[in-house]
């Protein structure tokens, strides 16, 4: 499996909120890292988070474009709401490894109606 294909099977499971899914594509030592947001380590805690932010809000994913080159799949995404983003993943043995995110916070939590972070 190419790293795009994974990305789109990621997608497909994110759209989903299938947390269960999306968990078994990372590796047991994998880093997810959404710039906004402490780096979260390991796949169990990678799984916790999806099961918390799919719990919290209604994500959609729309693929913008997406990029490959060597071990890594690069995704720029927009939302039904206008937010946008990108994410980086690297790919190592069928499994996401790391992931870089990058999008807006502040946005996001007003869209959904969310609380603002108290610091």
Avoid at 30 to 58: C, L, S, T, W, Y
Avoid at 74 to 99: A, H, T, V
Wanted: one cysteine or more; aromatic letters at 12%; charged letters at 25%.
């Amino acid at each position: 499996m190419t790293p795009k294909d994974l990305v789109l099977k990621w997608v497909e499971a994110f759209n989903n909120a299938d947390a269960e899914a999306i968990t078994e594509m990372y590796h047991p030592n994998a880093v997810n890292h959404q710039v906004a947001n402490a780096p979260v380590e390991g796949k169990e805690a990678i799984g916790k988070m999806f099961r918390e932010e799919f719990a919290g809000a209604d994500m959609t994913c729309i693929i913008e474009n997406i990029f490959e080159d060597g071990e890594w799949a690069i995704l720029e995404w927009k939302d039904p709401l206008g937010l946008r983003g990108s994410g980086f993943f690297q790919i190592q043995q069928n499994k996401i490894i790391f992931q870089r995110g990058y999008w807006d916070k502040l946005s996001f939590l007003k869209q959904h109606h969310l609380p603002f972070p108290e610091n």
